[in-house]
Nanobody, 118 residues
Framework: QVQLVESGGGLVQAGGSLRLSCAAS????????MGWYRQAPGKQREFVAV?????????ADSVKGRFTISKENGRTKNTVYLQMKSLKPEDTAVYYC??????????WGQGTQVTVSS
């Protein structure tokens, strides 16, 4: 199993920046990709960004050029970051860390709230 702990959410004014972190522990050798999703009130959860084990990155069109995903691999912990810049009120959502696991499905974090005020 993989355990995910997120941090870094908060309240920020439009145009500001935040960095989210997600630390993965447990069976980290099974992780094939790490990513972020978000869910705004009344909306479905949507993809934000992903980074594969090989370092390939993909972003939702709505965040391209503003968000950057990166990761650090350790012996006992892998961490994925989401650097968010030029934040907009429409970026307000609960952000969830998600990892794909080789032959074991996926795991999700508990979510962290990001609120962007206008």
């Amino acid at each position: 199993q993989v355990q995910l702990v997120e941090s870094g959410g908060g309240l920020v004014q439009a145009g500001g920046s935040l960095r989210l972190s997600c630390a993965a522990s447990g069976s980290i050798s099974s992780i094939t990709a790490m990513g972020w999703y978000r869910q705004a009130p009344g909306k479905q959860r949507e993809f934000v960004a992903v980074i594969t084990g090989g370092g390939s990155r993909n972003y939702a069109d709505s965040v391209k050029g503003r968000f950057t995903i990166s990761k650090e691999n350790g012996r006992t912990k892998n961490t994925v970051y989401l650097q968010m810049k030029s934040l907009k009120p429409e970026d307000t959502a609960v952000y969830y860390c998600q990892v794909d696991l080789f032959l074991k499905g996926e795991a999700w974090g508990q979510g962290t709230q990001v609120t962007v005020s206008s």
